[in-house]
């Protein structure tokens, strides 16, 4: 039997499997079983912690298909609480390793652990598709619309003028497109009332999700560089599961994610 922990992050849900004793990753088979909502554990991923020199873990983030992704912002803060609160002290910075690199995590600790974790996401770049005269796919047609493509380690597609009402429909065609050799995360967006933005994703190897890290960060700096949003200020998203906080640098050097995460249940798997 393995122990395991049940997170979410804005409703991105999570199953964690603490595995830096052993460090044997888990398989495809296993992370489609476990994310089954009718026969599994039922999760967005599974995201198996293992050794890493150097660094508290390495997340290894797999997606409800079998898939793995590069990144996951909601599931690095779901991992970062899962290492501090089973720490011997109560450390306020982590650094992890991802598929986007080692990545370092500030740490808000309240009465019952940790409550909010900011991770420093890394870049964003404008890196593909590139366009026959070697840009970047900013601002540029596809299927009839109008996307730019913006990478945080992992490839997103963000639609700034179709409502998040289209997700469901727009979604599964657009992360298969041609132009996207690894398949792609859709954000789509629109202003919000309050400030900032509202923001629902097609999340590639998961479908519709109630939160996404990265596309919460892809939506900001596509905004920020149509002017839409500022740059170097916290800026609002909200996600169907709730509220992150996106700070993206105007060199596009780093960009910054803050949001609450949650412990939802443990339980064992055999």
Aim: charged fraction near 20%.
């Amino acid at each position: 039997m393995e122990t395991f922990v049940k997170y979410q992050g804005t409703g991105n849900d999570f199953v964690v499997l603490d595995r830096r004793q052993s460090g044997v990753d888990v398989d495809a088979a296993t992370s489609r079983s476990v994310c089954d909502r009718h026969f599994g554990v039922g999760a967005d991923g599974v995201l198996a912690i293992l050794p890493e020199a150097g660094t508290a873990g390495r997340m290894v983030v797999h997606n409800a298909d079998g898939s793995i992704a590069e990144m996951c912002g909601n599931g690095l803060r779901c991992v970062v609480k899962h290492i501090a609160e089973t720490s011997k002290d109560k450390p306020s910075l982590l650094r992890v390793a991802t598929g986007a690199g080692i990545l370092e995590s500030e740490i808000e600790w309240g009465a019952d652990g940790v409550e909010r974790v900011t991770v420093a996401m890394g870049p964003a770049r404008l890196e593909a598709p590139i366009l026959p005269n070697g840009g970047p796919f900013v601002r540029q047609p596809i299927e009839g619309l109008i996307g730019t493509a913006v990478s945080m380690g992992n490839p997103h597609l963000v639609l700034l003028d179709v409502p998040p009402s289209e997700a469901g429909k727009l979604g599964p065609s657009l992360e298969v497109h041609p132009l996207f050799v690894q398949r792609t995360n859709v954000e789509f967006v629109k202003p919000r009332a309050a400030g900032g933005l509202e923001v629902t994703v097609w999340e590639r190897g998961v479908g519709l999700t109630l939160a996404c890290g990265t596309g919460a960060c892809a939506a900001v700096v596509a905004s920020a560089l149509e002017g839409r949003s500022p740059w170097d200020t916290w800026v609002p998203v909200q996600l169907p599961g709730g509220l992150l906080e996106i700070k993206a640098a105007k060199d596009r050097s780093q960009v910054w994610l803050k949001g609450p995460v949650k412990r939802v249940f443990q339980g064992t798997l055999p």
